[in-house]
């Protein structure tokens, strides 16, 4: 069946982590000093704006309660939540009730 619906719900993808910066392991056998050397003001503003994100999702399940359609599903192995898209009616009732705004409601290619 075609979809008709002009929409649909996604989880955007989360802030990618970026690990500290490390000293050379030559240089840092030679003595006790900290191997991390710490963030640049730019790696540590990513990094604080990734932490404080209100908009992950904290898998909470409440998008799963709240769909009429029962398309959200949750991965048990990770976590993830996953919307069925062939059953998505595009009410909007899981981006409207997420906690962390965490659900992007998508206009579809045309
Ligand atoms: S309601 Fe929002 S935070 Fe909770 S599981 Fe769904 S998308 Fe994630
Ligand atoms: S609550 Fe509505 S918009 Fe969200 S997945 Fe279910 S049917 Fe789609």
Redesign the pocket.
């Known amino acids: 069946m075609e979809r008709t619906q002009s929409q649909y719900c996604r ?1 955007p993808e989360p802030p990618q982590r970026h690990d500290p910066p490390e000293r050379d392991p030559n240089e840092r056998i030679q003595d006790w000093n900290e191997v991390e050397v710490g963030y640049v003001k730019n790696q540590a503003e990513a990094e604080a704006s990734r932490c404080l994100s209100s908009i ?9 309660l ?1 769909c009429p359609d029962m398309c ?1 599903t ?1 991965d048990d192995a990770t976590g993830r ?1 996953f919307f069925d898209l062939e059953y998505c009616k595009s009410c909007g009732l ?1 981006a409207h ?7 992007d409601m998508v206009r579809e290619a045309q």
Do not use: D, W
């Open positions: 989880l992950t999702c904290t898998y909470c399940e409440v998008c799963q709240i959200i949750r939540i899981c009730f997420c906690p962390k705004g965490a659900i």
